[in-house]
């Protein structure tokens, strides 16, 4: 008798689907690092999308080296904070802390977020007593950007890569309490990945949610429902049969996406009447190529490409256009 064989239909690489707990992103896994220390991402607010025409850069393309038009996305990228230093070891139970240190001076809008120590006393820690690993302990500042109602600054935690410890350590110390510009972390023609929580659709039918076929048309009671929740034993429902439920606000993550133009000029690629839902980009931007996640006004997560091997390598992309006109049909 041969084998049964019938492979499950669909992903399960995501279960369960629940909103995410925070919209701020949370990067777990970093990519190797350069030969110089500096921080292995970036957060920005997104602001919309408009198209260019650029110099298509893949050499496999069919239009490689001619002008082609692009989608392109803008994030809104003020500087960053860093309110401290946080030291690592590894162990058999993964990274322990081993201590931190914070900066002197904090922002008042910070006290939103956690309490503030009125009057810090110095400590003088030694960053090579215990450290394997160091992070950088930052936050955003939403009161410089116009396109959002925000004021409490999002607080995440980015990794230090790149050059020997001896390295990171001195960098770590240099960069303390001081704001970082996209331009000191990100350059044009990098690759970056994109973590961000997703638009949220609420609750959500099976057919919208796992795109389940329609039933026929003479079935009874309902088209639009599972013809089966499973078989009698196990005498449960199993995760993998495809229910209603919550769909959208989901963190993912989109790999590869390649980095057009650093710019600090927002009013070079504001389009008329500025962005739908956002307005007037007045900070530091990036142009990436293609869509990423969320809705506007999101906080973006950019770090360097964790899993990109196909060695594509781009100084800087040939930009001859971006538009500005305006999205509204003013």
């Known amino acids: 008798m041969p084998n049964i064989h019938h492979p499950k239909r669909g992903s399960h690489g995501y279960w369960p689907r629940k909103r ?61 904070k860093v309110a401290a230093i946080r030291a690592y070891q590894r162990t058999a ?46 936050y ?25 410890l001896e390295d990171q350590i001195k960098y770590a110390q240099d960069i303390l309490g001081k704001d970082l510009k996209i331009s000191d972390v990100i350059k044009e023609g990098d690759m970056l990945d994109t973590i961000a929580v997703t638009k949220g659709k609420g609750w959500q039918g099976t057919v919208k949610r796992h795109h389940v076929k329609l039933l026929f048309h ?51 690629i504001t389009p008329a009447g500025g962005f739908p839902h956002y307005g007037v980009v007045r900070n530091s931007y990036i142009l990436l190529h293609g869509s990423i996640p969320g809705p506007v006004k999101r906080l973006i997560g950019m770090r360097d490409a964790a899993r990109y091997q196909r060695g594509v390598k781009v100084q800087k992309p040939e930009i001859t256009y971006i538009s500005t006109t305006s999205k509204q049909g003013a």
């Open 218 to 268: 003479k079935n009874s009671k309902h088209r639009r429902m599972i013809g089966t929740a499973g078989s009698w034993h196990p005498s449960w429902v199993q995760a993998t049969v495809p229910q209603a439920g919550q769909m959208g606000y989901h963190q993912r993550t989109e790999l590869n996406k390649r980095v057009l133009k650093v710019g600090d000029n927002g009013e070079d």
């Open 93 to 138: 139970y993964g990274l322990h802390c081993t201590g931190e240190l914070w900066a002197e001076k904090l922002d008042p809008e910070l006290s939103r977020r956690i309490p503030l120590v009125k009057n810090p006393k110095e400590k003088k820690w030694d960053f090579t007593k215990d450290a394997e690993e160091l992070h950088a302990i930052v």
């Open 20 to 80: 995410a707990k925070t919209e701020t992103p949370h990067i777990k896994s970093w990519a190797q690092g350069a030969d110089t220390p500096k921080l292995l991402a970036f957060f920005g607010y997104k602001a919309g999308m408009t198209h260019a025409f650029i110099v298509d850069y893949r050499p496999t393309s069919t239009t490689s080296g001619r002008e082609v038009k692009m989608a392109v996305t803008v994030v809104e990228t003020p500087p960053l």
């Open 140 to 164: 955003t500042q939403p009161k410089l950007v116009t396109g959002t109602p925000k004021k409490a600054p999002e607080i995440t935690e980015v990794k230090i890569g790149g050059g020997s």
